[in-house]
């Protein structure tokens, strides 16, 4: 099993930049792929971006294409989203989540691990 830690989470104003880690635990890191969803009030979790375990593929939700990038580093054991040019539609509850096998696509159901989640606001 793996276990997720998110942070970075906060207030940040439009068209600010916010950073997102998530730190998870136990000796095989490298072999889970990761991804970030979202979740905001009243409507369903949505996916966000996806990595695979080598970090050389990458998923991302037409929503944030071109604005948030993911990245990870395997000798931390950490899974990273990077935020730019945020807008108030971003605000919501983001959620990193590890899959065991090669799945880093935008489906929550192809993920066995989550964190609880970090609170990000972004004001107008």
Do not use: H
Request: with cysteine; proline share 2%.
């Amino acid at each position: 099993q793996v276990q997720l830690v998110e942070s970075g989470g906060g207030l940040v104003q439009a068209g600010g930049s916010l950073r997102l880690s998530c730190a998870a635990s136990g000796r095989t890191f490298s072999s889970y792929s990761m991804g970030w969803f979202r979740q905001a009030p009243g409507k369903e979790r949505e996916s966000v971006a996806g990595i695979s375990w080598s970090g050389d593929k990458t998923y991302y939700a037409d929503s944030v294409k071109g604005r948030f990038s993911i990245s990870r580093d395997n000798a931390k054991n950490t899974a990273y989203l990077q935020m730019n040019n945020v807008i108030p539609e971003d605000t919501a509850v983001y959620y990193c989540a590890a899959a065991r096998t090669p799945y880093y696509g935008g489906s929550a159901g192809g993920y066995d691990y989550w964190g609880q989640g970090t609170q990000v606001t972004v004001s107008s």
